[in-house]
């Protein structure tokens, strides 16, 4: 099966394309990527121009990869978003489990509820309990008491649903899957062990800096605020009086967290923002690190407040992988072990994928992941099993039915 991955961000549109079998066997058949001033801080300033861009990456990629595109998986950044928890429980009074109760649960919760101008992205089970324990799914034809399902539902405006939308309908493009963002850098990075055990996934991005909390093989939180590394490099032209493209250049080769004493001593000439072209200054390493930390410290902090802000650090989750273009600051994963007080590693997609170096890249963490998203792992299938079930005639049969919408 060819599977199509889109990514539209704020400094660079992407697209793969693989031949898809399993999540563990995946042929990258084609992926590109160029940069994109279109879109700035996630609102399309150039209609036109990005239409043309996105016609021109898909040929590319259609050439590249020898298939025909016609349907793609799209990353939508976590923007005019609401999160929402919500549970839903039962009292069974020592009876077998059936699908009618867990379709009662389901029914009987805000599962169904749409809310006016915003579409769901994200609404699924994050937990099941039986009898006040945790279980990681609840299983039928076991008799129980009581039985309890959390969920966690995200919507996003519609505006945001419909400017895609319509980009794509333009180029006659069907979007099978809207994901949201943190959860395709999520999927690419962290491997089977991490997301049973409990890993928070950091994407720190171009203009968004993205969170994701996986326990017990559950994506049970999501969200993402806007600051990213484009911050810090904004800070540094300022703080220097240099230009945008020579402060992206001072971050990536000098820019670090921590400093030594030998930073003082080491001196970089960097363009001067004048009417002269060949006007020149000295700054020292040090002079860099202390325009970069405050930014990259508030931004981890503000990560954490957020986590706090929904009682996921009493959870106590040791585990915690830093990607995106922002994860290769030199010293950010100590920084973050600190903050974090977690174990800390940088991600880049799976090796199983065999990138090109080119693309190997913790900042491709996002378009990678929209080919190994697999909408079943996001969706309560019971819903759709229970589908199948004949419904039965007579009196009794037909109160049994109307039970599980009840």
């Known amino acids: 099966m060819i599977k199509v991955g889109i990514d539209i961000g704020n400094s660079k549109l992407s697209c793969i394309v693989s ?4 999540k ?7 992926i590109k990527s160029t940069p994109s001033t279109n879109i700035k801080k996630n609102i399309i300033l150039n209609y036109d121009n990005l239409l043309d861009q996105i016609k021109s990456l898909i040929i590319e990629s259609e050439k590249n990869s020898q298939t025909k595109i016609n349907s793609v998986n799209l990353n939508l950044p976590l923007l005019d978003h609401k999160i929402n928890y919500y549970t839903s429980e039962i009292f069974l009074q ?11 649960l389901v029914n009987n919760s805000e599962y169904f509820n749409k809310e006016t101008d915003y579409t769901d992205i994200f609404n699924n089970i994050i937990s099941n309990e039986m009898d006040k324990k945790i279980v990681s799914d609840i299983p039928l034809e076991v008799f129980a008491e009581y039985l309890k399902i959390n969920f966690l539902k995200i919507n996003i405006k519609n505006k945001i649903i419909n400017n895609f939308s319509n980009l794509f309908n333009k180029i006659n493009i069907n979007i099978e899957n809207y994901i949201p963002s943190p959860i395709s850098s999520s999927l690419s990075v962290l491997s089977d062990d991490e997301k049973k055990l409990g890993t ?10 993205s969170i994701v909390i996986f326990d017990n093989n559950k994506c049970v939180y999501v969200d993402s605020f806007q600051i990213g590394s484009n911050n810090i490099t904004n800070d540094i032209a300022k703080g220097t009086s240099t230009t945008i493209s020579s402060a992206e250049r001072l971050k990536t080769l000098y820019g670090s967290i921590h400093s030594s004493p030998s930073d003082e001593y080491e001196i970089i000439e960097i363009p001067v923002i004048s009417s002269d072209k060949n006007s020149f200054k000295q700054i020292n390493r040090i002079t860099l690190n202390s325009i970069i930390k405050p930014r990259v410290e508030e931004t981890l902090e503000m990560a954490w407040q957020k986590i706090k802000q929904y ?21 950010i994963d100590e920084y973050v072990k600190m903050i974090f007080s977690s174990n800390v590693r940088i991600g880049k997609p799976h090796e199983f994928l065999n990138l090109v170096k080119e ?7 996002d ?3 929209t080919i190994i998203y697999d909408k ?3 969706s309560v299938n019971f819903l759709s099993k229970s589908s199948n079930i004949k419904k039965k005639y007579g009196i009794s049969g037909f109160f049994s039915w109307l039970d599980q919408y009840i």
């Open 19 to 22: 031949n898809y079998k399993d």
């Open 24 to 30: 563990k066997n995946i042929s990258i058949l084609s």
């Open 94 to 104: 020592n009876e077998k489990i059936s699908k009618l109760h867990l379709n009662k």
């Open 200 to 209: 928070i996934c950091l994407d720190l991005g171009h203009s968004n800096t």
């Open 311 to 331: 009682n996921f650090h009493y959870k106590k989750i040791k585990n915690v992988v830093v990607t995106g273009g922002g994860s290769q600051l030199e010293g």
């Open 359 to 365: 693309f190997n890249k913790p900042n491709y963490s």
């Open 367 to 369: 378009v990678v992941g």
């Open 376 to 378: 079943n792992d996001f």
